[in-house]
């Protein structure tokens, strides 16, 4: 057993491969490098390769005999998403672990995908949902354990589904939030699928509390020219010790959702201290909007009209197809 810090154990994980989006930096690069010390290959797929190629050298340094590579994807270009997971499944190598984690966030005036969605929808749900159906006969192959990374945010707001992509009036924190409500209610509805069809894939859920990540520094490629106001104290607290978590404690939830024997299936799990906003990982309940299966598929449906990918059919066993 390999420990990864004080608050948690993660099981030996030679000859399992695993997929990390958002590795580059911040908690996905902890989740990869926490994966790749407990003997996981680990595959980075990066939209920054020189971020992409540091993040490699940082979990080598730490871990010389990591087995740890890039492949090239930018989640908020279908086209991208499909030529990734289009060359994974040419290597034809059965995926063990999948952690859905990349994400962006509240970018102070709307922007779009390459497809024409709006940004955080788009990437942070509409990039995994089109990723994991077009990665799913390597996910079958290895009995995979998915894990998409909500957000405390998924407490919060809703679904905007008469506008879901914020064209007549973008309000950044509640389009964030119906990103998480998004990936939340998706790794739902694809844990039922998966029982229901028989596909052998068992998804559930993480979240990292509240940590002082990138996700509020400065991004200039999203409109951000520095740090929030909102980053700076949550970062002066996380210093202190106070209320908040870490970039390391960040990590623990999703690792823990994606490689705890204890961790099941249609389960949420995220830091257990106070307001789940930093502690240890442990299983929660699920937030109020993530519950209704109602919305879960109408949002299921809808993903597949936008992406052009769908699923197999859980009544006739298809397989997962691209239209576009």
């Known amino acids: 057993m390999a420990k990864t810090a004080p608050d948690l ?39 920054n390769r020189r971020k992409g190629e540091a993040a490699l050298a940082t979990i080598r340094g730490r871990h010389p005999a990591a087995e740890v590579s890039l492949r090239d994807l930018d989640l908020s ?23 859905n984690n990349a994400g962006v966030m509240t970018p102070p ?23 994991t159906a077009q990665l799913l006969p390597l996910l079958r192959a290895g009995g995979a354990r998915i894990v998409s990374q909500v957000s405390v945010a998924a407490d919060q707001h809703t679904i905007n589904w008469d506008d879901l992509q914020w064209e007549r009036k973008y309000l950044g924190n509640q389009a964030y939030s119906q990103s998480k409500i998004a990936v939340g209610l998706f790794g739902l509805e694809l844990e039922r699928r998966s029982r229901d069809g028989g596909w052998g894939v068992t998804s559930n859920l993480s979240h990292p509390g509240v940590a002082p990540t990138n996700l509020l520094a400065a991004r200039p490629e999203v409109g951000r020219a520095g740090v929030t106001v909102r980053g ?5 607290l996380s210093a202190r010790g106070l209320l908040f978590g870490t970039v390391e404690t960040a990590a623990l939830p999703a690792l823990c959702a994606a490689t705890s024997p204890s961790a099941e299936g249609g389960r949420l799990y995220g830091p257990s201290g106070f307001r789940h906003f930093s502690g240890p990982p442990a299983e929660q309940k699920l937030y109020s909007r993530l519950r209704s299966t109602e919305d879960a598929r109408r ?5 597949e009209e936008l992406t052009g990918v769908r699923f197999p059919d859980v009544r006739t066993g298809e397989k997962a197809h691209q239209d576009r």
């Not at 695993?18 to 939209?47: C, F, N, Q, Y």
């Not at 779009?112 to 509409?126: W, Y």
């Not at 700076?232 to 002066?236: M, T, V």
């Not at 949002?299 to 993903?303: A, G, Q, T, Y």
């Open 299 to 303: 949002l299921w449906r809808i993903s």
């Open 232 to 236: 700076r104290f949550i970062r002066a």
């Open 9 to 47: 154990v993660v099981p030996d994980l030679t000859g399992r491969l695993a997929v990390v989006t958002g590795a580059s930096d911040g908690v996905g690069l902890g989740i990869a490098t926490r994966l790749a010390a407990a003997g996981a290959e680990v595959v980075l797929p990066v939209r």
């Open 109 to 131: 005036a709307r922007q779009t995908t390459k497809d024409g969605f709006e940004l955080q929808f788009g990437t942070n749900h509409l990039g995994h949902f089109a990723l």
């Open 77 to 99: 270009s279908l086209g991208s998403v499909a030529e990734a997971a289009g060359r994974l499944v040419e290597e034809g190598r059965p995926i063990h672990l999948l952690v």
